[in-house]
């Protein structure tokens, strides 16, 4: 699927606050060592830590194909954060 360009997570973060009027929250960084020994005991951090090197190394993937033989275009990145948290807000 195409996807808009790749932001941070800082980023997204910001511009949910700001599409929700909200100030933005401050992330902090765990370290990976948590969240493996977390997964000792909880199913959904095991499955975080697995998919761990994502966050560590640039991950891009790469939708030309599929969008010229669809047709298809990536939505706005700004428009869906306004779309999630307005149909959050209902």
Do not use: N
């Not at 951090?45 to 993937?61: C, I, K, L, S, T």
């Not at 010229?68 to 954060?81: H, K, M, P, S, V």
């Amino acid at each position: 699927m195409p996807s808009p360009p790749a932001v941070t997570i800082r980023e997204l973060a910001r511009r949910y606050a700001i599409a929700a009027g909200r100030p933005p929250a401050k992330l902090v960084q765990l370290p990976r060592i948590a969240m493996r020994t977390a997964g000792l005991v909880v199913p959904i951090a095991r499955e975080a830590a697995e998919m761990d090197y994502q966050w560590y190394a640039p991950f891009h993937m790469d939708a030309t194909e599929t969008a010229e033989t669809f047709g298809l275009t990536a939505t706005d990145l700004d428009a869906a954060i306004c779309d999630q948290v307005t149909l959050a807000a209902a």
